[in-house]
T-cell receptor, first 114, second 112 residues
């Protein structure tokens, strides 16, 4: 069974630009979550989608947004990029929602802002 | 609110020695707890999970963790470290909204 696939793996952007990251979950998984990982802040939750609906949102500015498609694939968009947005963005999928559901992670997209 | 504290940002052991990575949690409801491992330039891989079925949980790669409610702990152990175990390890608690709350991570160094 294929794992969670994130594209692209690496991305370089400049301040003010916008970026879209993509995540394909494990087949059959309907929940997709996004996390930001930085050396200073660690792993922080961005948002979670289930059946094309955002269920939870972390404490990030409105520049960060996402969506989920009917095939459970998800995209995350960051507009007006800032230097502090440089991070590893991880996508995770799970069969359903609930705190007992293990989440399976992709290898992430490393975003660098110049 | 739920939280996780990992004691020790860096742990160094010799190859063949016991690995002990500490995790304490705070939760107002029965917690669901997880350990993940991250190798360089990769995502997080699930090592094991505690979902109240048994207090001693066995995971992959010879790791296990014991849930101790009285100590609010979920420490990760491995009897004999291998060079390939060098990585960063994260303890996490499943929140009541479904998202994972992670500790700050512990980097495990294995010396030959």
């Amino acid at each position: 069974k294929a794992g969670v696939t994130q594209t692209p793996r690496y991305l370089i952007k400049t301040r003010g630009q916008q970026v879209t990251l993509s995540c394909s979950p494990i087949s059959g998984h309907r929940s997709v979550s996004w996390y930001q990982q930085t050396p200073g802040q660690g792993l922080q939750f961005l948002f979670e989608y289930f059946s094309e609906t955002q269920r939870n949102k972390g404490n990030f500015p409105g520049r960060f947004s996402g969506r989920q498609f009917s095939n459970s694939r998800s995209e995350m968009n960051v507009s007006t990029l800032e230097l502090g947005d440089s991070a590893l963005y991880l996508c995770a999928s799970s069969l359903g929602v609930g705190s007992n559901q293990p989440q399976h992670f992709g290898d992430g997209t490393r975003l660098s802002i110049l | 609110a739920q939280s996780v504290t990992q004691l020790g940002s860096h742990v160094s052991v010799s190859e063949g020695a016991l690995v002990l990575l500490r995790c304490n949690y705070s939760s107002s409801v029965p917690p669901y707890l997880f350990w993940y491992v991250q190798y360089p330039n990769q995502g997080l891989q699930l090592l094991l999970k505690y979902t109240s079925a048994a207090t001693l949980v066995k995971g992959i790669n010879g790791f296990e963790a014991e849930f101790k409610k009285s100590e609010t702990s979920f420490h990760l152990t491995k009897p004999s470290a291998h060079m390939s175990d060098a990585a960063e390890y994260f303890c996490a608690v499943g929140s009541n909204t479904g998202k994972l709350i992670f500790g700050q991570g512990t980097t495990l160094q294995v010396k030959p």
